[in-house]
Antibody, heavy 120, light 107 residues
Framework: QVTLRESGPALVKPTQTLTLTCTFSGFSLSTSGMCVSWIRQPPGKALEWLARIDWDDDKYYSTSLKTRLTISKDTSKNQVVLTMTNMDPVDTATYYC????????????WGQGTLVTVSS | DIQMTQSPSSLSASVGDRVTITCRASQSISSYLNWYQQKPGKAPKLLIYAASSLQSGVPSRFSGSGSGTDFTLTISSLQPEDFATYYCQQSYSTPRTFGQGTRLEIK
């Protein structure tokens, strides 16, 4: 059974850097084809894909946010880390991580999400 | 980036109704289209992948169709637990993109 869980600060100040961790079980990111993505959702708004890291360490980013995002993995810890610099109140959102693969190119399952509020 | 446009943005319907939600891509995405259901305070749940394949455990009243740029999600007979928000998402190219969502409400 695959599970994912997001963790990180609930509150960050404007201009700070956000660091979120996705801890997963039931699969390994060293297995060929495996991928983990980050997706966010501002309160009452739509889902927005942010970034993806693949088993071979290939990385992909949102066009509009790529200058602020960095995704990385620690295969030994079964973790994927997302950093987002220069946080702004418009970045207030629930942040999710989700599994996909190169064969199963859909997001399933998802973590429960973690709400991050940006406020001074 | 590929833009995904859903219609309608919101929909009121009654238990037992047949409901169709449409998703249009800004360019052809073949059958690389997925549908998710999201209930308040919960993570999205995969319903349909590859345009028309039903995810394991999802009731058969849900179905998907389409290819190229136009896709539909149909619920054949609405049940009380189906009132939620539905999102389409393309997996044809990166960056992945979602539709703006369709909120399905009880009439």
């Amino acid at each position: 059974q695959v599970t994912l869980r997001e963790s990180g600060p609930a509150l960050v100040k404007p201009t700070q850097t956000l660091t979120l961790t996705c801890t997963f079980s039931g699969f390994s990111l060293s297995t060929s084809g495996m991928c983990v993505s980050w997706i966010r959702q501002p309160p009452g708004k739509a889902l927005e894909w942010l970034a993806r890291i693949d088993w071979d360490d290939d990385k992909y980013y949102s066009t509009s946010l790529k200058t602020r995002l960095t995704i990385s993995k620690d295969t030994s810890k079964n973790q994927v880390v997302l950093t987002m610099t220069n946080m702004d109140p418009v970045d207030t959102a629930t942040y999710y991580c989700a599994q996909s693969s190169q064969l199963e190119v859909w997001f399933d399952p998802w973590g429960q999400g973690t709400l991050v509020t940006v406020s001074s | 980036d590929i833009q995904m446009t859903q219609s309608p943005s919101s929909l009121s319907a009654s238990v037992g109704d047949r409901v169709t939600i449409t998703c249009r891509a800004s360019q052809s995405i073949s059958s690389y289209l997925n549908w998710y259901q999201q209930k308040p305070g919960k993570a999205p749940k995969l319903l349909i992948y590859a345009a028309s394949s039903l995810q394991s455990g999802v009731p058969s009243r849900f179905s998907g169709s389409g290819s190229g740029t136009d896709f539909t999600l149909t619920i054949s007979s609405l049940q009380p637990e189906d009132f939620a928000t539905y999102y389409c998402q393309q997996s044809y190219s990166t960056p992945r993109t979602f539709g703006q969502g369709t909120r399905l409400e009880i009439k």
